[in-house]
């Protein structure tokens, strides 16, 4: 019985039968949802294939940043947050004395923001897609 009262929210569409105007507004809706849905494939695929990518050239290299010597303790700029850094070849360097590179920090927006597996990734690149905080990973991605 229970299901069925799942039926009420329908209750409204009823009068759409009865008004003319509205029955083309929901006749032009229906016709535009398949449309939409070969669109939302094309996007989900294409978020996909740069993840994709983005796992290719990017994987484990956002979880590196500046340590103190001999501490666990994160070396930062005043009012700056944490950032990967590189050991080896292009990338930022520790630049604050008694500081070394090394792993072990979850990496920037506490560990969301990474390319080592599928979902973070293209988490990431909607990230991207959208432009919220995409210069952020730009740098990030630089540097590490």
């Known amino acids: 019985m229970k299901a069925l009262r799942a039926f009420r929210v329908l209750r409204p569409l009823r009068l759409v039968s009865g008004v003319p ?44 940043t500046c ?40 990496g920037p927006n506490n560990g969301i923001t990474h390319f080592d597996n599928l979902g973070f990734s293209m988490l990431t690149v909607y990230q991207c897609i959208t432009t919220q905080g995409w210069t952020d990973v730009l740098y990030w991605e630089e540097s590490a």
């Open 21 to 64: 105007s509205l029955q083309v507004v929901m006749n032009s809706i229906m016709k535009s949802m398949l449309p939409l849905f070969h669109i939302t494939l094309l996007v989900f695929f294409m978020v996909t294939i740069y993840s994709i990518m983005g796992l290719e050239l990017f994987k484990c290299k956002m979880h590196k």
């Open 67 to 106: 340590y103190y010597t001999g501490t666990n303790i994160i070396a930062t700029v005043e009012n700056e947050k944490a950032s990967p850094c590189a050991q080896a070849g292009n990338g930022r360097r520790c630049t604050i004395n008694g500081t070394e590179c090394r792993a072990g920090w979850p």
